[in-house]
């Protein structure tokens, strides 16, 4: 475990597939998207993996429920939400749960 | 959520990092287990990515707990573990939970 995370935290899974919409202001969006996260309350890491066919997933670690539904309901985030539905996403599915073990093997942090 | 699906559920989110070893051998493994993983007790789905520069997210959803163990201790993919260790991949994460909600767009499948 990455030293300051507690013993069980919470995760959002999010699958997506891109649309054929434009690259550069979809990385823009989602480069700021994931710098936010980093200064939200309670947030203690990223995952985020997109081949080249567009699927993707992405998975936020956080320390409780509250802070993923503060992050949820942030107005720039909102307005990325908003931009996904309408153009960077054909579809995403979105999850969230309760991580209660892990196992690393090579690897000190996230 | 997948008709069928339980309202709450578990998963497992491997992460990992790809080393230069052989493609083919490590396609013929990696496709082994995921048809493998399919024919198990509580077995739900799965999702997986993997960036052109080898780094992967394969997300396996399962209908309890006493599955993901099952499953951890089936022969067949002990074998393929180590060799996940040995030469597939430099590093890798392994992190189980429960998933407890769950919404999508655009999508009526896993």
Redesign the interface.
């Known amino acids: 475990m990455p030293s300051g995370w507690p013993k069980e935290y919470y995760?959002v899974?999010f699958?997506s597939?891109r649309t054929d919409s434009e690259q550069s202001h979809y990385a823009v969006m989602s480069e700021r998207m994931i710098e936010l996260a980093h200064q939200q309350p309670g947030f203690l890491g990223v995952?985020s993996?997109?081949?080249?066919g567009g699927?993707?997933?992405t998975?936020s670690y956080w320390r409780d429920r509250d802070s993923i539904e503060a992050w949820r309901q942030n107005t720039e985030h909102q307005h990325a939400q908003s931009l996904?539905?309408q153009d960077f996403?054909?579809?995403?599915?979105?999850?969230?749960?309760?991580?209660?073990?892990?196992?690393?093997?090579?690897?000190d942090d996230?």
């Open positions: 995760m899974i699958s597939q995952e993996v997109r081949e080249d699927l993707g997933i998975i996904g539905r996403y054909s579809w995403f599915q979105t999850r969230i749960g309760m991580v209660t073990e892990e196992r690393a093997f090579g690897r996230i």
